[in-house]
């Protein structure tokens, strides 16, 4: 019989909504559950394409006798972590404060006030490498609750207070300045990997936060070591087994240095990031292979994650099927070299072999290889190599294909929105920009309500009940500005308008000018989450500056300029400190130190000089650079303003800092004002 699940809409808690554990999902009931029977509570945290939390549901959550165990003994609740971020950040926090180190599934015993008292990660069914059994565990858990609640009580609320005290120094409020950026950019070099690309060892995740903040750097600065370990990188992630050598698109992570194996999930914001990473690469250097990865991975965005309703759905899972119906993670990627044979023909399979790098040995689990572009002297032929991918992309689709996570995450579509946008224009792909409206127009439909609030995520056209928290305000509307920027439509510089009002309102300390994750009217967790560093995507803090910055930009907002430059004292803090884990936050303050500049384009619509300086001016690599585009009679964007034509030409109008260049009709001259 079904659990409490059954009637949510996070494909991740569907999937235990027929667990024997009578599972709830995070809501006030369940505490007070707890509460009524004098049970801890049992918080298990994880998300749809996690490898590690499919194996402990398999081992313990779909065991019967672990279930009736836990049943007996405790409250159950089950949290998607891509649903709600506060509950994970705040809980994530505690249990890397009191272990040194996180990760999913996260397994945290609560008391019925929501107080953690003991963590974990995953256990396994039997103890093993030192780490004791799932029901050692409860077994333990149980008789602290009931021969030593006391110290349990003690404990739980020692650590609350500990939370409590964790607040950061946000530094002194000053904007960074040149040094600062200086002093990020050295950190980084002794942190690079010169022979590999990429920053640190192993795991190796794609640095797409710190590649914008080194390609803005070098658009200001002119500096080369910025540009190399820019292009250096996404070289050796656009070669490596990250990198989906048929069919485009990113894996979360290299489990090596060099980039040949990855943790084969999918996810959305990863490839949205890297997919505007490789197009601002182009932009800057023209690179070929730049080019070709920006547009793989946004047609596998739009191929492979768009859903029916015209948004992004969050994930692929790393998991399927190998053939035999064992789900093995990988499966769906990694070719022998029998099986290239057996596709292709003995001459082709051996071509294959070679281009891929493709061994008897392997790369991969047994004997089995992850498609590379390993740098070799061997000149192949393009047109075969062409035929080669398109005949084993059409094999592998024959395979069983990975499972989706189909819930729009609003911050995730947001960043969508922004790279394809953008990629759509550099490329004249009309269709990409086109998606890019889509997705938008189901973040107003579906997420928007009107308050002005969003939504976190939503299903099959549904908007789910959990609150937006800052990354999706902030996220959703860089991608509403990106898309003013490329379609001229004042209505989503308007849309963005309201979401960083509720930024500056719901989500900003009016004192510090600090940020919050969560709404000033949200949820009350045991401590409101906080959190500038950039990880897998850029911090709602950092995202919430940019957005701020760009739309201050675009429209004279004095509070939105004042909100961003308040927000960006974190990078003066961190910057110097830990620029791997402010990436973003660097690359606003990039464009905060060049204006950003601000570009109208005035001309009729449809005309060839018109479009010739919109395009100029979209390519432009100067930081964070905006762009407006109309008619001189229009009154859609504020920049348009008291633009007129030049003579009757189609003109382009470029100001900075309050000052404003003589408007030129020569897209060379605008090309040269927004790169010197």
């Not at 809501?27 to 402990?56: D, N, T």
């Not at 999930?265 to 800057?284: F, G, I, Q, S």
């Not at 911090?539 to 429209?555: D, E, F, I, K, R």
Request: with cysteine; glycine share 10%; proline share 6%.
């Amino acid at each position: 019989m079904p659990n409490r699940l059954a009637h949510e809409t996070s494909p991740y808690l569907l999937q235990h909504a027929d667990n024997p554990v009578d599972w709830w999902p995070w809501s006030a009931e369940a505490f007070e559950e707890a509460r009524k029977r004098g049970v801890p509570v049992l918080l298990s945290v994880g998300y749809s394409s996690c490898h590690w939390c499919h194996v402990m549901a398999h081992e313990s959550f779909e065991d019967e006798a672990t279930a009736a165990y836990l049943n007996e003994h405790f409250v159950n609740v089950k949290v998607d972590r891509e649903e709600r971020p506060d509950v994970d950040a705040v809980y994530m926090e505690a249990v890397q404060a009191a272990t040194g180190q996180g990760g999913w599934p996260m397994t945290v015993f609560l008391t019925p006030d929501a107080e953690p008292f003991y963590f974990g990660t995953y256990f396994p069914p039997a103890p093993r490498h030192g780490m004791p059994s799932f029901r050692q565990v409860l077994e333990g858990v149980r008789g602290a609750w009931t021969d030593r609640r006391g110290e349990v009580a003690e404990v739980a609320g020692k650590i609350v207070r500990d939370l409590a005290e964790r607040e950061m120094s946000f530094g002194s409020g000053e904007v960074p300045g040149e040094e600062d950026l200086a002093g990020a950019l050295l950190g980084l070099t002794r942190e690079y990997d010169a022979s590999r690309g990429g920053f640190g060892g192993a795991p190796k995740f794609p640095p797409s936060m710190v590649i914008e903040f080194l390609l803005r750097h070098h658009a200001r600065t002119g500096s080369e070591g910025a540009l190399q370990m820019a292009q250096d990188t996404c070289e050796r992630m656009a070669r490596g087994g990250i990198y989906d050598q048929l069919g485009g698109g990113f894996a979360r992570y290299s489990v090596d240095r060099e980039w040949v194996v990855p943790h084969f999930e999918k996810m959305l914001y990863d490839n949205a990031l890297l997919c505007r990473v490789y197009a601002h690469l182009w932009r800057t250097t023209g690179s070929e292979l730049a080019r070709r990865v920006a547009l793989e991975t946004a047609d596998f965005m739009v191929g492979e994650l768009r859903t029916n309703e015209g948004g992004f759905a969050s994930a692929l899972d790393a998991d399927s099927d190998d053939g035999t119906g064992r789900h093995v993670e990988g499966a769906y990627y990694v070719w022998t070299p029998r099986q290239l044979r057996e596709v292709l023909g003995a001459e082709d399979g051996e071509l294959a072999a070679r281009y891929f790098g493709v061994t008897e040995e392997g790369t991969f689990e047994e004997g089995s290889s992850v498609l590379q572009l390993p740098q070799q002297d061997e000149l192949f032929d393009a047109e075969k190599v062409a035929g080669t991918r398109r005949r084993l992309l059409a094999a592998r689709a024959e395979r069983s294909a990975p499972g989706r996570d189909d819930k729009i995450v609003a911050a995730w579509n947001g960043l969508a929105v922004a790279a394809l946008a953008e990629t759509g224009a550099y490329f004249d792909r009309p269709d990409l920009v086109d998606a890019a409206i889509a997705a938008a127009d189901l973040l107003v439909r579906v997420h928007l309500d009107d308050r002005a609030r969003l939504s976190r995520t939503s299903k099959d056209g549904q908007a789910g009940a959990n609150a937006g928290v800052l990354e999706d305000y902030a996220d959703v509307a860089e991608g509403f500005l990106a898309l003013a920027s490329v379609t001229g439509e004042g209505v989503w510089l308007e849309f963005a308008g309201f979401l960083l009002d509720q930024v500056i309102m719901q989500f900003t300390d009016p004192g510090s000018g600090a940020l919050y994750d969560t709404a000033a009217d949200a949820e009350r967790l045991i401590r409101r989450p906080q959190d500038p560093t950039d990880n897998a995507t850029p911090s709602g803090w950092s995202a919430a500056a940019g957005a701020l910055l760009s739309y201050a930009a675009q429209t004279g907002a004095e509070p939105h300029r004042t909100a961003a430059e308040r927000a960006l004292g974190v990078v003066k803090a961190l910057g110097p400190r830990a620029p791997r884990f402010i990436g973003w936050g660097l690359a606003v303050a990039e464009a905060l130190l060049d204006g950003p500049r601000e570009v109208a384009v005035v001309g009729p619509e449809g005309h060839p000089l018109t479009k010739a300086l919109h395009r100029t001016a979209l390519l432009g690599t100067a930081p964070g650079a905006v762009v407006a585009v109309g008619t001189p009679e229009s009154d859609e964007l504020p920049l348009l303003a008291d633009r007129p034509l030049v003579q009757g030409e189609p003109a382009a109008y470029v100001c900075r800092n309050f000052t404003c260049d003589a408007p030129t009709t020569d897209p060379d001259r605008l090309r040269t004002a927004l790169s010197s």
